[in-house]
């Protein structure tokens, strides 16, 4: 039996935001020129590889926020982008993980370490100590559910 909303198939993508530059006192680093060509490399892949993505989720953190923006350009999911809560680099990867279990639409999350290799660790393995992608800065991964509660990698994309 299938639980209500739960669709078979169902994919979301995990991002980790573009290299960005050293924080210098109490601003928020930016991307670098090679933390945006990584966003766009990232975003032409799942251009590519034909994703269909609603909205794309990333943290209040500037570097999560521009690499948003930079994806968003090239793919224009219809509910473009929005800040959530619960995307930071410490965050209850437990929550999330069950939100993203509750999705009815497909969604790209931009986020930072260690909770993306946390999440994907949970929601692969169903082990938050299991790294099954590794993010690499601009690095996106593709997951499939197959059934509730069950997650596969079914591709992942590394920027050059």
């Known amino acids: 039996m299938l639980l209500r909303g739960v669709k078979r198939g ?14 210098q ?4 680093p930016a991307l670098t020129l090679n933390g945006e060509r990584q966003a766009d490399d ?3 892949t799942l251009v590519k590889r034909g994703a269909t ?10 570097r999560a926020r521009e690499t948003a923006r930079i994806v968003a ?17 410490n965050e209850d ?13 497909p969604a790209l999350f931009i986020s930072h370490l260690p909770l993306l290799d946390q999440l994907a660790g949970l929601l692969v393995e169903g082990n938050a100590g299991a790294i099954p992608v590794g993010f690499s800065t601009g690095e996106v991964a593709c997951l499939e559910r197959s059934a509730p509660g069950e997650w596969r990698i079914a ?5 050059k």
């Open 10 to 23: 169902m994919k979301v993508y995990l991002m980790r935001h573009g290299e960005a530059v050293a924080k």
């Open 25 to 28: 006192g109490d601003s928020e």
């Open 42 to 44: 990232s975003a032409r």
């Open 53 to 62: 993505i609603d909205v794309i989720y990333h943290s209040h953190k500037r």
């Open 73 to 89: 350009s090239k793919l224009a999911p219809p509910r473009g982008t929005e800040t959530r809560e619960g995307l930071g680099p």
């Open 93 to 105: 990867f437990f929550a999330l993980a069950q939100d993203i279990e509750e999705l009815e639409t």
């Open 155 to 159: 591709w992942k994309h590394r920027p």
